[in-house]
C-alpha cells in the first residue's frame, strides 16, 4: 500500500460533524435487523449455493436438474437447497413426485444480478 493510500484512511484533522452523525444514526437499522442482514449474506458466502442460485435465476428445476447440472450428488443438492429455503432465497413446488425449485421472489434475483454486475464492472 503507497503512502497517500495509507493517508487517505484516517482523517488528518479531528472534527465530529454532529448533524451528519445524528442523521445516519436515524436511519441506522436497529441491531437485530443488522445481525438478519449480516447472516442472509453468509448464505451467499458459499460457493456451491451460488452456483445453486445461478441456475435457478435461469429456470424452474428439480433436484436431479440441479445435481446434474452442476455435477453434484442429490444428496448434497438437497443439503443447499434446505439452507436455501430455511432463508426463503428459493421455494419448492411439487408436481407429482418431483420437486421444482426457483427463486423465491425478485429480491432474490436483484441480488444476484446486482452481485453479477458490481464484479463484472471493469470487465
Partial sequence: MT?????????????IHKELLRSVSEAMPEDERLYELAE????????TRIRILCVLFEAE???CDIAEALNMTQ????????????NRL????REG??????????????????GMAHICEDD
Fill in 3 to 15: 503512502k497517500r493510500a495509507e493517508a487517505a484512511e484516517v482523517c488528518e484533522i479531528h472534527k
Fill in 61 to 63: 428445476v428439480c433436484v
Fill in 97 to 114: 413426485k418431483q420437486i421444482f425449485y426457483s427463486l423465491d421472489d425478485e429480491h432474490v434475483r436483484s441480488i444476484i444480478g446486482a
Fill in 75 to 86: 444428496s448434497a443438492i438437497s443439503h443447499q437447497l434446505r439452507i436455501l429455503k430455511t
Fill in 40 to 47: 442472509l449474506f453468509k448464505i451467499f458466502g458459499d460457493q
Fill in 90 to 93: 428459493i421455494k419448492g413446488r
